[in-house]
């Protein structure tokens, strides 16, 4: 078979697009896959804490609000509501959160976010996904912990799992929040 160069470069060439297509194609399976894990796991956690789409809920299970927390990159945590029982036991607990997370809103309400888990116990996972370690002395006068957002309520750009969410903002926190 007599090949000319100027085919020969064809072929070449759509051999190495259909190389660099096949790797892009198994890069966003295995982006696939780990953001579904991410999923999995905030769907459980969703399904165990809806009940705390109302701050009411929160409150009347013990949680207390401590200011909202911004990024000094931008982005946000929110108002944490912490329960203090909660973080005393070290437990890990899907339907129990140490911290509800909520978005201060333009209208002056509350939206839920996310949830944090906390523990000194560690490393610690929750479903397999493993705990952030925080040392000690840090912003919050804690000794060292072991925390986890989830994102289960408001996308993150950053990840399901990042402690800040650029798409959350304190701007319209009030004083007493």
């Not at 078979?1 to 759509?14: G, V």
């Not at 696939?32 to 804490?49: P, R, T, Y």
């Amino acid at each position: 078979m007599n090949m000319t160069p100027d085919f020969c470069n064809r072929l070449l060439m759509a051999v190495a697009v259909l190389a660099a297509c096949t790797t892009l194609a198994r890069a966003d399976q295995d982006a696939a896959a780990s953001v579904s894990g991410a999923s999995l796991l905030a769907g459980k956690v969703q399904a165990a804490n809806s009940r705390f789409l109302d701050v009411k809920a929160a409150t009347a299970e013990g949680y207390a609000p401590i200011p909202c927390a911004s990024g000094i990159t931008g982005g946000a945590m929110g108002i944490h509501y912490v329960n203090g029982e909660y973080l005393k036991d070290d437990k890990i607990d899907i339907a129990r959160p140490e911290a509800v997370m909520y978005e201060p809103m333009a209208d002056g309400t509350l939206k839920l976010v996310a949830v944090e888990y906390i523990t000194s116990k560690g490393p610690a996972s929750l479903d397999g996904q493993l705990f952030n370690f925080n040392s000690a002395p840090n912003r919050y006068g804690l000794g060292e912990f072991y925390e986890l957002h989830v994102w289960a309520w408001r996308g993150n750009p950053t990840g399901t799992f990042a402690d800040m969410n650029p798409k959350v903002s304190c701007e319209h926190a009030t004083p007493t929040q």
